[in-house]
């Protein structure tokens, strides 16, 4: 029943989204008005009959409708609820379905949203989005089909896989990731539109850039809830490895980013047109080369499933996709008009810093790519296995990270067009100034690893930069305004949050840049066996192993090592670090135990228990700083949402040149 | 933006040296190679210096652990080869003799030195097999 039901909602969204993409081409071309509302009402029967879909999964999964393949494939009737409806995305079937559960939540926002905005270039917009619903909506009806009737019916199904139902995180990570990746498709499409529109007033980029903020805030957090799934799961104690599924979001993010900035050279100076829909169009591109690394099993990892057919027609649907980005730009660039130009540029300029941003990030996305893929291609080549080792990633990531970060700084600090010799130095003093205490009170203090104060040397620059940036409007407002200081912060905020998001962004970057530095250059470690009332001591941490205990829970068995924890002399409490044992995985998975600080993390993994529990094997870890990892990048992430929300005196004027210093 | 076609074509080449210093610079220098006993001995000296993940059986007889040390001691074997292998830290849990186990290390001293050992595992998922016993190791059952 709910197979058959499953697959008329399916074939629903293939029709829907071929007919409004159809529509959506022909009423683009002609103008037409009731061809755009069919297209839009396609669009809007697209995403209400795949998120059906995906809720009709939930409760056959829920229920446990094992003659449904897909929860015959995951399901089993000892799995926890809350694990039971997170499996919609822990195994290939599935996560194709979502994948377009959350394309259909896109469409129709857009649908909706945007109904009597962007005239011109909607139908299009919508025509190529749907276009890409095309493809996904043909997955799902055929190679990746979940609906697919099971006969004989089996009685009870094997659970998802056991590292996907060993953290509570597993409910986060995946959506925000999918929310992420899956929404570049909506900037994606509306450049495409632009593109094919034409002649387009200066401000077609405005709407473009808010659109690609809101996926580029839920990738961000999604890459790092990524880092702490794997940070307290996979209980090697870090929480980044270059791993070719960790660099397949990294990569899109990347050139996300660079399009962020560069859109804002677009909208001020009319320039970078081209350059910024080539970041653009590569985003998009490099979420599915990201899909395709992790989904097609080229890479072994807990990403690829199973085996499947999805690999090839991936990468056809990729090279279809990129001789349409490539074609599309050379064919109709020309078209693209930008903000009449002002005046000349000096050299040390916003623009300039931009510009440079956007190499760094260009070369950072490259670097990444090409050590992501050469592997694939040598295997290919000439049939040797091997990888990429952490080396090479970190040798480059340092020091374009660094150079990112001091560019952070230096941009906001200087003025669109470009300041002459003199202002510019007086901007950068106080800057400069910062970035040279901090590191030296660091060094006075015992840090003497120079990529660590080297790193905390350009944070401290870019955090002068951007807090007086914060700073200097409020009280600029109350010194012309008389305001108090609170109603300043709050006029200024509102009026221009904008302006105010990408600060706070740029806070979490600095946040951020801190954390990795301390985390990556201070981590303690040490390899520990312990008898029963044995301690060792870490970071001014003394653990006493109390003894193992075995614990049953209906769908795993576990062993757990127990200690107490005094942290200088005082009892902080327990820390029960566990090996998971799930009847259908021959190895067990570890729940590390991690007892988290401000100033950083005691991490205990249980390495193995003897028999009988007379003694305990750990690896223990002092991570300095690492909670200060999250909270940057839910503060960068943050930022980024505040900076996307519309401004509505902005949505009236027409679009001329805004007050300088307006935003950024 | 004037001298635009300066400043893009400034850009490029920055990005396209910078790229190709990356690329052939040290791309070579940072590769982890995935080899066989069989394949590590014909590597001969090309294998000195190079990180290596090294994957075979635990051969029978020749796991040396000391707890108060940390120091454990193995053999590797595809069944032609043989590596010695010394290695710091606890065993994993299941590792065990003739369990298939992935070393990442470098050769020293004529041994296999390495602080990673991973118990091999097929990531694809299965159903146990008919009669086939879920690999759990409980307490009370091995207690002394």
Redesign the interface.
Known sequence: MISILGRTLVLAALAFAAAGAVTGFAAGASHSPRGYAVTRACAVGFGVSSILANLLMIYALVTHDFSVHYVAEVGSRATPLYYTIISLWA?LNGSILFWAGVLGLYVVALAVGYANKHREYMPYTLAVLQSVCVFFALLVASIANPFAPVSPVPLDG?GP?PLLQNHWLMAFHPPTLYIGYVGMVVPFAMGCGALLAGRLEAGWIAPLRRWTLVPWAFLTVAIMLGGWWSYEVLGWGGYWAWDPVENASFMPWLACTAFLHSAMVVER?G?LKT?SLVLLLSTFLLTLVGTFMTRSGVF???H????SDIGPVFLGFIAVCLVWSVGLLALREHTLVGAP?RG??KPVSR??MI??Q??AF??FT??VL??TI?PLMKEAYDG??????E??FE??ALPLGTVIVFLMGVGPALPWGGADGAAGTRRLAAPVAGGLLVPAIAYATGLHGPASLLALGVSAFALVSAVRELVEPVLARRAAKGESLGQATVKVITRTHRRVGAHIAHLGVIMTTVALALSAGYQQSV???VKKGDTFELAGFVATFTG?V?IQEPHR?A?GAEFTLTRDGASVGTSSPR?N????????VGTPAVYSTPSGDLYLS????A?????A???VLWTPAVVWLWVGVVIMSLGGLLSAVPSPRRRAAPVVAPAPGAAT | MTGRPLAAIAAVAVAGAALAWIGMGDLGENLVYYWSPSELVAAGAKAHGATIRLGGQVEAGTVDWNPDTNQLKFVVTDGQEHIKVASVGAPPQMFREGIGVVVEGTIKDGQFATDRVMVKHSNEYRAPEDGEKPDIVTLSEDGP
């Open positions: 195994s094997p896989n100076r320039t350059w072994n990892s807990v690829s499933f199973t085996q130009s000349s540029v623009e300039t510009l440079a956007n190499v260009t070369v490259l670097m090409l050590g050469y040797t296995r091997l990888s990429v080792g080396p090479f040798k480059w390899d520990v066996t193992a075995e068995s062993v090996l044992y799930y009847p259908r995985m021959r190895e067990p249980l390495m193995q228990v028999p009988g529990g007379a003694s094997s750990v690896r």
